[in-house]
């Protein structure tokens, strides 16, 4: 199963120069990385970031994140998945710019 993580620029540069991140202020505030769900991204883009542009969107299996990713209930009582160790550059299987399109955020097709 495909998660997400919406980065803005800065973060994302620094994941690509670092080869690692432990996320956006918010996850470091939180001791975890936050990720969505491909239902749940759309959602995520419009509440925490809304009207940003040049954000990137990456895509990572859950699989692969092995006992550090875990499942908690969050927003409305959903399950979303939180990883509780930086992220590796590596386990990024595609990332794609996320642009801001009449006010929405567009993903791409694959999300569809």
Do not use: N
Request: no cysteine.
């Amino acid at each position: 199963m495909l998660i997400y993580k919406i980065f803005r620029a800065p973060e994302w540069a620094e994941l690509e120069q670092a080869g690692q991140t432990r996320g956006a202020p918010v996850d470091l505030a939180d001791g975890y990385i936050h990720f969505s769900t491909a239902a749940q991204a759309r959602e995520t883009a419009a509440k925490h970031f809304a009207g940003e542009d040049g954000l990137i969107l990456a895509a990572i299996e859950a699989g692969a994140l092995g006992d550090d990713l875990t499942w908690e209930p969050s927003r409305g009582g959903q399950l979303f998945p939180h990883l509780y160790r930086p992220l590796r550059r590596a386990e990024v299987l595609w990332s794609k710019d996320l642009p801001l399109v009449q006010g929405r955020h567009d993903f791409p097709e694959e999300m569809a």
